[in-house]
T-cell receptor, first 110, second 113 residues
Framework: QKEVEQNSGPLSVPEGAIASLNCTYS??????FFWYRQYSGKSPELIMS????GDKEDGRFTAQLNKASQYVSLLIRDSQPSDSATYLC??????????FGSGTRLLVRP | DGGITQSPKYLFRKEGQNVTLSCEQN?????MYWYRQDPGQGLRLIYY???????QKGDIAEGYSVSREKKESFPLTVTSAQKNPTAFYLC????????????FGDGTRLSIL
């Protein structure tokens, strides 16, 4: 069974800090990696895509991918209370199936 | 505006009743998906369709049925055989190749009366 693992949290950080969210996956042949943000009671919203090793930055968000370690992370700089949400890691595996982790809940304290 | 529209936003099902959730997209996406999300849980795939008139079962298809008669539409029927239907149902679509991300509608929350 191919898996995507995330710590359920909550991860609590003070406003202005860097939040670091982590995800590991079991299928070494995985192709593409995504981070979705889901506010309570709402649907997931795509915030980052990453396809190759290294870092990808978009505003306050940085996605990091290490295929050798089967590890993908999301850094949120200058965290704001409005960033409080559940962050879902999603991975397209070697059979082109999108697999979601169960999400990490982030709380940003004012 | 382009997007994925799910309706209704809230739906109540009586015992023994079938209900149908609507999903329409005007993004010209080929692939469409239905997921179920239970409180505090991740997303579980119910059914998906890569092209019109073709669809495949996902991980939890029992008690559900779908059709894909038009590219824009992928309705999900929750049948009376689904004994625990209370959940948040999410429709998604994807453009292009299998490496592209999926985008979600706003969801339908289904409860039992």
């Amino acid at each position: 069974q191919k898996e995507v693992e995330q710590n359920s949290g909550p991860l609590s950080v003070p406003e202005g800090a860097i939040a670091s969210l982590n995800c590991t996956y079991s299928d070494r042949g995985s192709q593409s990696f995504f981070w979705y943000r889901q506010y309570s009671g709402k649907s997931p919203e795509l915030i980052m895509s990453i396809y190759s090793n290294g870092d990808k930055e978009d505003g306050r968000f940085t996605a990091q991918l290490n295929k050798a370690s089967q590890y993908v992370s999301l850094l949120i700089r200058d965290s704001q209370p409005s960033d409080s949400a559940t962050y879902l890691c999603a991975v397209i595996d070697s059979s082109y199936k999108l697999i979601f982790g169960s999400g990490t809940r982030l709380l940003v304290r004012p | 505006d382009g997007g994925i529209t799910q309706s209704p936003k809230y739906l109540f099902r009586k015992e023994g009743q079938n209900v149908t959730l609507s999903c329409e997209q005007n993004l010209n996406h080929d692939a469409m998906y239905w997921y179920r999300q239970d409180p505090g849980q991740g997303l579980r795939l119910i059914y998906y369709s890569q092209i019109v008139n073709d669809f495949q079962k996902g991980d939890i298809a029992e008690g559900y049925s779908v059709s894909r008669e038009k590219k824009e539409s992928f309705p999900l029927t929750v049948t009376s055989a689904q004994k625990n239907p209370t959940a948040f149902y999410l429709c998604a679509s994807r453009y292009g190749s299998g490496n592209q991300p999926q985008h979600f509608g706003d969801g339908t929350r289904l409860s039992i009366l």
